[in-house]
Each structure stands twice: as structure tokens, then as C-alpha cells.
């Protein structure tokens, strides 16, 4: 596991430009997101388990006598799809619209459409599509069913679609930056250049997200002189903020080119218009961390501090990441002593960083006592704390201790619902354990894997390979191999035959 992944989350640039594409509003009511006390947002927004249907809550505010009004079942929906909560903003849309107690707009149906898609599949949003008349048929559920298109990566009908909506007079900056993103998505880049023109020449305005879709289009290939041209093409149009995010964008696209002196000019751009913006600053880290530059690095984490944000756990992986990627070992267990001290939330991925590090450079000793220590403060590590310790025995070729650390993760699987092990490291401690663990103990340490992970081909072979190194019978484990699609091939056969011998 390499400290590059814990980078990846803070410099997806294509974000800035493709998330609010494909969330895009629907409604042109104002809504905004805010904390609900006594009315029917508070009663729904905290139902956290995306699991539990919402009817029943909407059913009892009404028997209750309570009123119904559509801004509040909007402002409920726009805050269920920001928490990615969609089955229940389908229930609370599906609800609005069958129960008649008020209006249902043009762009209710086209969130109702978009959320069909996106719960529900493809096929149920066109056919909720069709269903509708064609006075309903306006440009907010025409631009839904393109979203729902973009989202599938369907060139095909997205083109189709954005043709007819053309020449209806229904295409808006928001579709054009969809097909946009449809082709950044489908690796086809060098297509974006002419969207962005035909937004033009359509007597529309490009918004930022254009720009930036665009300026991506031509970083993606490292055509960084293109590149500038759309941005200091964007810097003149007086109605487009240009924030930081786009020079930290630009600055990554000469990074990976290998183009120092130009990424430090646009890391300088994204320097001054930062603020106060803490995320700014763990991009200018990040970025800076892909340059070597530790002092920067240093620099920009101390006036970071100095600006009075409080740092959250995030900023902390994000410079531990950094440090431990520079190689300063002494640096990253000074700063994971100050936020042990700075009485943030304990969550072990802070920890994990310099159990990495330690891991990575062979010191499993330090691993161990950093975990071990942080266990006798009464913490419970989580299972990918012993796994990144595991995969440092199995650099070492110490596989017992490996097998014992993937043991100690197993154990934590309950509270840790969603962890899945690497099966590289799987792979290699269930070949290892086939020849050096008694049956009893391999056959438990598959059925504890068997509750995280889907039975495998290396699950089997290593089943197998115990049950004729003690001369028991196989077939039962060469039925359930067969049921589950596992080939009995050379290798297997070569498993078998051992038995005979």
C-alpha cells in the first residue's frame, strides 16, 4: 500500500468540474441546506440509516394535522441526495408527487426522474420519461434524462439526446457540460474543445465548470499550452469567480508533465487566492509534497495553523501522508504526538499513516509498539491497522506473524462493517499457511475471511491443500469449487495427485 493513495482524494481535479454536473439542481426554487428544528426536516434528517423508509415519518406528520409545504419536501430532497442518501429522496419525491397535498413541478419531476435513474436503473427512467405528456416534457426532464445517460457512460443516446435538444431550444450550458464530462469520462478528450465551442456559438456563456471540464480536457493529453490559453480566457471573463481550486488544477497538469517552474507559478496563484480556505492549503501541501519541496510543505502547514483553523483529522493524514512521502519520519511522529494532543476525535486512519511508513520501511518493530501502545490507551484499532502490519511481515517473509496480524483483523471485522483485505495479502498468508497451519486453523481462518470476502479460488486451493496434506477426502470442497465457478485446473490436479503419491 502506497502513501500516493491517501494523496489521490484531495487532487481529484476533474471534480471541481464534474460534481456539480452530475447533481445538478432541477428546481429553481433557492434551497439551501440548513439545521431543522420542530418541523418536518427535523424529523426526517436525522433518520441517518439510509436503510429505514421515510413513509411512515411523512404519514405521521400529516394524521398529526401538520402542514405540507413543497419548500420543505425540496429542501428534504436536496439534503438527502448532498448525503448520497437516494433510495429515501426517491421516497420523499415519490411521496410529494402520489399524494397531491402540493404542487409538483417541472423540476420535481425531473429530480424524481433523475433519482429513478439513479436507484432504480436506466430503463425505469426512460420509461418514466415516456409516461410523461408531452406538456411535461420540458427542458428540466429532457436535461434529467441526459444526466441519467452521462452517468451510465452512453455516448450513443447522450448524443441522441443532446441533438433533439438542440433543436428543440431546450440545451443549456448544464447539458453542454455534461456531454463534456461524458467524454472526459470515456477517455475521449480531445472531443471537449468543440463542446466548449458549440456553447459559444450557441449565444450562451460558459461557466466555470466549462472552463475548467475544458481546461482538463487539454491538461489529461499535456497540452499545457492549450491549456493556459482557456485559462487566461477564463481570467478575462469578468462574471466567473476564479478561485483557487482552478490554479491548483492547472498546477497538477504541469506537475505531472514534469514542468516545475510552471507548476510553482500556479501553485503561487493558488497560494494567494487560498484565504482562509483550509482545503486550499492541503492542496498546495499535496502539491508541493509531488515536488519534493518539504519546506513548503512545512511553510504552508504552519500558516495554515497560524490562521487559526482548527486542523481536523482529514488535514492530519493529509501531512502525515505528505511527511511520511518525504521520507521525514522525525517530522510525521512529532505531528501525530500534536494530534494526540490537539483532542480531536481518535480515528486510527491518523495513526495509520506512520504505521505505513514503518511498515514500508521495514521497522515492525516501531509498528508494533506505535499500535500496541495506542491499544493499552483503551483504543480499538481497526482491522486495517493489523493488516497494514501484516503486509509488512510479509515483506519481511515472516508470514507467522503476518498470519497472526490478519487473524487479529478478522477478529475486529464485526465493528468494522465494509472492510475487505487486500487478497494480494490474502493470496500470499493463505498459500503460506496451507503447508505451516494445522486444518483446525486454516479451516477458521477461512471461514473468518468467508464473512468479509466471497469465497475464492485462493480460499479453496488452501482448503485443499490441508484436507490431502491430511489425507481426508475432497470432494465436498471439489463440489463447492465447482458451484462457485472455480475451475479444477493443472494446478488442482497437481493438488490432488500429491494425494496419491
Not at 77 to 92: G, H, S
Amino acid at each position: 500500500m502506497t502513501t500516493t493513495n491517501f494523496f489521490t482524494n484531495l487532487k481529484k481535479s476533474l471534480n471541481f468540474a464534474t460534481k456539480s454536473v452530475i447533481s445538478r439542481p432541477f428546481c429553481s426554487a433557492n434551497v439551501h441546506s440548513a439545521t431543522y428544528r420542530g418541523n418536518l426536516p427535523s424529523r426526517i434528517i436525522p433518520q441517518g440509516n439510509p436503510s429505514i423508509s421515510l413513509v411512515p415519518v411523512l404519514d405521521q406528520w400529516v394524521e398529526e394535522g401538520n402542514p405540507v409545504h413543497n419548500v420543505d419536501l425540496r429542501r428534504i430532497v436536496k439534503d438527502l441526495r448532498a448525503r448520497l442518501r437516494f433510495k429515501q429522496a426517491l421516497e420523499i419525491s415519490e411521496w410529494m408527487r402520489s399524494k397531491g397535498l402540493c404542487p409538483f413541478s417541472h423540476g420535481d419531476q425531473a429530480v424524481l426522474l433523475d433519482l429513478i435513474g439513479k436507484v432504480r436503473g436506466l430503463e425505469f427512467a426512460e420509461n418514466y420519461f415516456q409516461d410523461l405528456s408531452d406538456a411535461d416534457k420540458t427542458e428540466k426532464q429532457y436535461g434529467a434524462l441526459l444526466n441519467c445517460y452521462v452517468r451510465e457512460r452512453l455516448v450513443d443516446k447522450s448524443l441522441s439526446l443532446m441533438h433533439k435538444m438542440k433543436e428543440l431550444g431546450y440545451a443549456s450550458v448544464l447539458d453542454y457540460n455534461n456531454i463534456m464530462c461524458l467524454y472526459i469520462h470515456t477517455g475521449q478528450h480531445e472531443k471537449v474543445p468543440d463542446v466548449f465551442a458549440q456553447i459559444k456559438e450557441a449565444g450562451l456563456f460558459p461557466n466555470d465548470f466549462s472552463y475548467r471540464i475544458c481546461i482538463t480536457s487539454y491538461g489529461a493529453r499535456s497540452d499545457l499550452g492549450n491549456m493556459e490559453k482557456v485559462l487566461e480566457e477564463m481570467e478575462r471573463q469578468s462574471y466567473i469567480s476564479k478561485g483557487w481550486n482552478v490554479y491548483s488544477m492547472v498546477a497538477n497538469f504541469f506537475i505531472k508533465a514534469g514542468q516545475k517552474e510552471g507548476a510553482l507559478i500556479y501553485l503561487k496563484k493558488c497560494e494567494d487566492k487560498a484565504g482562509n480556505d483550509a482545503l486550499a492549503y492541503n492542496h498546495l501541501i499535496t502539491h508541493y509534497t509531488s515536488l519534493g519541496n518539504k519546506r513548503a510543505v512545512l511553510r504552508l502547514w504552519n500558516l495554515l495553523k497560524a490562521r487559526g483553523k482548527k486542523q481536523i483529522n482529514r488535514y492530519y493524514i493529509n501531512m502525515l501522508g505528505s511527511l511520511v512521502k518525504l521520507e521525514d519520519l522525525e517530522e510525521a511522529e512529532k505531528l501525530l504526538q500534536e494530534w494526540e494532543s490537539s483532542g480531536n476525535y481518535f480515528d486510527f486512519r491518523v495513526p495509520n499513516m506512520l504505521l505505513i511508513a514503518y511498515s514500508q520501511m521495514g521497522m515492525m518493530e516501531k509498528a508494533e509498539t506505535l499500535l500496541q501502545s495506542m491499544i493499552g490507551e483503551g483504543k480499538t484499532p481497526t482491522p486495517n491497522s493489523w493488516s497494514i502490519i501484516a503486509s509488512g511481515y510479509v515483506a519481511k517473509q515472516d508470514m507467522e506473524k503476518a498470519f497472526q496480524c490478519m487473524k487479529q483483523a478478522l477478529a475486529l471485522r464485526a465493528e468494522n462493517e465494509g472492510w475487505k483485505p487486500k487478497l494480494d495479502l490474502i493470496s500470499g498468508i493463505l498459500s503460506w499457511s496451507s503447508y505451516h497451519k494445522n486444518m483446525d486453523e486454516v479451516e477458521e481462518f477461512v471461514n473468518s475471511l468467508k464473512t468479509v470476502i466471497p469465497m475464492n479460488r485462493d480460499m479453496y486451493l488452501s482448503l485443499l491443500k490441508v484436507h490431502v496434506r491430511r489425507g481426508d477426502q475432497v470432494d465436498e470442497i471439489l463440489e463447492r469449487m465447482k458451484a462457485d465457478g472455480v475451475v479444477v485446473d493443472e494446478e488442482v490436479e497437481s493438488i490432488l495427485s500429491s494425494k496419491e503419491q
